[in-house]
C-alpha cells in the first residue's frame, strides 16, 4: 500500500535515514517512518521546508523527472539588496556548475517578498551584519539540480543565508510547525501536486 508524508526539514537535518556520522541528525530522528518511504528529491542540510516522504514510485517518477516540469517554491532569504536587473537575470536563466559541468538554468518565475515573510526564527541563527541589509526573494524552479538556488543567487552576487521549500506544485508547508509531520491522503496530496 503506498504511504505519503509531509515533512517540515529543519536546518542541520540530512533528507536521508542513514547518518554519515554518529553526530548527523537525519529524518530518522523526527519519526517512525515505513521502511520502504523515502524522500522525493531533497533538500540540502542547510535548507529548510517542505520535503514529500513516499513509498510511491510512480510519484518519485512523475515529480523528479524534468520532463514534467514539476514547480517547485523557495524563499531565499539573501546578502544584500538585489537590482532589478539581478533579478531579471534569475528570472531569465543563469549559467552554474552543476557536477563540473556549465548548466544553463531555466526560466523561473522571481519576486522580492515585500514585507518579509513571518518565518520562525532559525536555530542557529543567520549572520546578522548590521551595514549589509538582507532580502527575501520567492523563486519558483522547474528543475531541480543540486544546491541550485543557492548557486543561482551566488552567481548574480547575491548569498543565500536561509533556504526554505514553501511549495511543490500547490501542496504547500502551511502551518506545519519545524521537524512536523503529516500523514497526506492519496486523493488530496495528488490533487495539490497536479498528478
Known amino acids: 500500500m503506498n504511504q505519503y508524508y509531509i515533512l517540515h526539514k529543519p536546518y542541520n537535518y540530512l533528507s536521508q535515514f542513514t547518518k554519515e556520522v554518529p553526530e548527523h541528525l537525519t529524518l530518522a530522528d523526527l519519526g517512525d517512518f515505513p521502511p520502504d518511504v523515502y524522500p522525493v528529491g531533497r533538500l540540502d542540510k542547510d535548507s529548510e521546508g517542505l520535503l514529500l516522504l513516499t513509498n510511491d514510485k510512480k510519484l518519485n517518477h512523475q515529480l523528479l523527472n524534468p ?3 514539476h514547480p517547485r517554491t523557495y524563499w531565499a532569504q539573501v546578502d544584500g539588496v ?18 563540473k559541468k556549465i548548466h544553463q538554468t531555466l526560466p523561473a ?13 532559525r536555530d542557529p541563527p543567520i549572520r546578522y551584519r548590521a551595514n549589509i ?10 528543475e531541480g539540480k543540486n544546491r541550485q538556488v543557492r548557486r543561482m543567487c551566488a552567481k548574480i552576487g ?20 519545524r521537524g512536523g509531520v503529516r500523514e497526506m491522503e492519496r486523493e488530496g496530496l495528488f490533487e495539490a501536486l497536479g498528478v
Open 158 to 177: 547575491f548569498p543565500v543565508l536561509r533556504l526554505l521549500r514553501v511549495s511543490i506544485g500547490a501542496l504547500e508547508l502551511g502551518d506545519l510547525e
Open 133 to 142: 541589509p538582507t532580502t527575501w526573494i520567492e523563486l519558483t524552479l522547474i
Open 82 to 99: 538585489p537590482s532589478p536587473a539581478a533579478i531579471e537575470q534569475l528570472r531569465s536563466g543563469v549559467a552554474i556548475k552543476v557536477n
Open 109 to 121: 518565475q522571481i519576486r522580492i517578498l515585500d514585507p518579509a515573510p513571518q518565518v520562525e526564527e
Open 67 to 69: 520532463a514534467f516540469k
